[in-house]
């Protein structure tokens, strides 16, 4: 699976819009882009995921380039409860979700 | 649907004891995953499986077994604590072809 990387660390204001960097410049044509998020050492959530283009849903949108070498997640109006570590996470489409390879992820501080 | 249960929550062991992290999901998905995570780490894949009957080993496998006699268990075995094998526990599951993995709580287990 391609290896991603994302800062450790943002911060953002809270209402403001939180937009979280992925670099996965060996991602391969049939990989797909998934973004989970783990609350204060609970289970991680699900979020979103996207192939090449752009998605959105109910909690946030993933921007992917055209070339597909990176992606940003956006949160549109950030509260203190989407404060959590973000993981962003490259799986072939034909492979099985059961066997996701988390990095070290994004810990995303939002503040008043 | 309570979705993944897990359990306990915590769990302190001697080194050598034996014990089982048990886990089950109400949603009728035929994969089930655990994972393990360090303090400060991603999570990392230990073993899954595709149904009943059949397991496979993920990145970190040894010192652990596990079996899949019903569709809605996945119970992770610790043979030899060992104090390595402090960390939280993470059960997931999906359903085939699914994009998305859905977690437990977590189990926090500590060898001494």
Not at chain 1, 13 to 22: D, F, Q
Not at chain 1, 50 to 64: P, Q, R, V, Y
Not at chain 2, 78 to 89: C, F, I, K
């Amino acid at each position: 699976d391609a290896k991603t990387t994302q800062p450790p660390s943002m911060d953002c204001a809270e209402g403001r819009a939180a937009n979280l960097p992925c670099n996965h410049s060996t991602i391969s044509g049939n990989e797909y882009v998934y973004w989970y998020r783990q609350i204060h050492s609970q289970g991680p959530q699900y979020i979103i995921h996207g192939l090449k283009n752009n998605e959105t849903n109910e909690m946030a949108s993933l921007i992917i380039t055209e070339d597909r070498k990176s992606s940003t997640l956006i949160l549109p109006h950030a509260t203190l409860r989407d404060t959590a570590v973000y993981y962003c996470i490259v799986r072939p489409s034909t492979g099985t979700a059961s066997k996701l390879t988390f990095g070290t992820g994004t810990r995303l501080q939002v503040t008043l | 649907n309570a979705g993944v249960t897990q359990t306990p929550k915590f769990q302190v062991l001697k080194t050598g004891q034996s014990m089982t992290l048990q886990c089950a999901q109400d949603m009728n998905h035929e994969y089930m995953s655990w994972y393990r995570q360090d303090p400060g780490m991603g999570l990392r894949l230990i073993h899954y499986s595709v149904g009943a009957g059949i397991t496979d080993q993920g990145e970190v496998p040894n010192g652990y077994n596990v079996s899949r006699s019903t569709t809605e268990d996945f119970p992770l075995r610790l043979l030899s604590a060992a104090p390595s094998q402090t960390s939280v526990y993470f059960c997931a599951s999906n359903r085939q072809g699914g994009n998305t993995q859905y977690f437990g709580p977590g189990t926090r287990l500590t060898v001494l």
